[in-house]
Structure formats: C-alpha cells, structure tokens
C-alpha cells in the first residue's frame, strides 16, 4: 500500500531549526511532486510547500518563505522540511502528501500521519 | 485573490443530500479537489479534478464546478460521513496551493 511516513517532530524553542522526514514507499517517488501541508491545533489545513519530481523548482507560502526549506533525496525515497528561526505560530501538526496525477488533474494523496511540531520556550 | 471561502458549518439529516461549497477566483481557472478530515486522523482524498473518486471513495460522494464556485456533494449521507471537509485549488499564479477554511459537516 502506498505510503507515506513522517517523523523528526518534536518540542523546539523559539528560533532554533528542525528537520521533518517523509519516508515514502510503495510508489515511484521519484516520478510524484510532493508537498509538506500543517495544521496549528484547533485550526484548518495550510499549504506549507510544493517540490518537483526532480526537485528542480520550489515553492514556498508566504508565511515560511525565506526560513524553510523543501528537498528531497529520490535514491533514499526520501522528503525533508528544514525549518529554520522557528516561530511560536510554527507550531502544528505537519504532513507530507503526494501530488496524485490522474485524468489530467491533480489531488494529494496519500497523506502521512503527521507529525506534531511545538514551538516552545 | 488567493482566498478559498467555506461555510464554517453544514449539518444534514441522516440518509439527505448535503452540498458543500468553497468560492474564490482561482476556481475559474483551476479544478477544486475535496478532503475529508475525521479527528485525530489525517485528511483524505475524496474529490479531484472534475468529478473523480479514488478507489474506495463511496460513490455518493461527487464534485462539481461553476464559474468561481466548487461543490462537494453527498448524496445519502452516512453517520461515517461526519467529518470536516476543505476544498483545495491553487493560486493565480497557479504554483501556490491553497486551502479553503474547511466546513464542520454535522449529520443528524
């Protein structure tokens, strides 16, 4: 079965860095677009970051521009999310997704179990 | 606009039909897909492109679009179908994703 495992979460404080892992298995990872995607408790989803297949372009919401950064290693199958200068208003669960291409049209399955990031002094 | 609007709450009766909708822009230019989040869980893909199921979507689940509006329709709705629901489309700039705010979906 497909899927998608997040780890590397944890308790960090207040502009100090971590960095997520999304082991993927059971697809070609190296042909699939990925995406990281939080939720700050209580609150709805946010679209955090989009890699090409090949990593060869990026992007980024605007509220992480500048201090996360996506890669990706396609010979470990293998999504990364280094977050640098952490806010308090980082904190939320983080998911990695799939950029699923069927039809002509696109949706992110699957999706990991996510991981909790707590930005805490 | 990059903005997605969803009602913040929908409830219907058992065995109804509910239609969940999500407005913006983008939705002229670029297909709505649907989530279904239940508590504790990761969401799940219910609705891509124009009117596509996964497999092991039930199919009283469907999708439709029209001018700057998407919708999630359930036809027959089940108890398991309580859940919160988000529509996601891209920006103008067609690189960015974004989310709509989501819509609580309580069945009676």
């Known amino acids: 079965q497909v899927q998608l495992v997040e780890s590397g979460g944890g308790v960090v404080q207040p502009g100090r860095s971590l960095r997520l892992s999304c082991a993927a298995s059971?697809?070609?990872?190296?042909?699939?677009?990925m995406h990281w995607v939080r939720q700050a408790p209580g609150k709805g989803l946010e679209w955090v970051a989009l890699?090409?297949?090949?990593?060869?372009?990026?992007y980024y919401a605007d509220s992480v521009k500048g201090r996360f950064t996506i890669s990706r290693d396609n010979s470990k199958n293998t999504l990364y999310l280094q977050m640098n200068s952490l806010r308090a208003e980082d904190t939320a669960v983080y998911y990695c997704?799939?950029?699923?291409?069927?039809?002509?049209?696109?949706?992110?399955?699957?999706w990991g179990q996510g991981t909790l990031v707590t930005v805490s002094s | 606009s990059s903005e997605l609007t969803q009602d913040p709450a929908v409830s219907v009766a058992l065995g109804q039909t509910v239609r969940i909708t999500c407005q913006g822009d983008?939705?002229?230019?670029?297909?709505a897909s649907w989530y279904q989040q239940k508590p504790g869980q990761a969401p799940v893909l219910v609705i891509y492109?124009?009117?596509n199921r996964p497999s092991g979507i039930p199919d009283r689940f469907s999708g439709s679009s029209s001018g700057n509006t998407a919708s999630l329709t359930i036809t027959g709705a089940q108890a398991e179908d309580e859940a919160d629901y988000y529509c996601?489309?891209?920006?103008?700039?067609?690189?960015?994703?974004?989310f709509g705010g989501g819509t609580k979906l309580t069945v009676l």
């Open positions: 059971k697809f070609t990872f190296s042909n699939s677009a």
């Open positions: 997704a799939r950029e699923y291409y069927n039809s002509g049209t696109y949706g992110f399955d699957p």
């Open positions: 983008s939705l002229r230019s670029y297909y």
């Open positions: 996601k489309s891209r920006d103008s700039s067609g690189n960015h994703r974004v």
């Open positions: 890699i090409w297949y090949d990593g060869s372009n990026k």
């Open positions: 492109g124009k009117n």
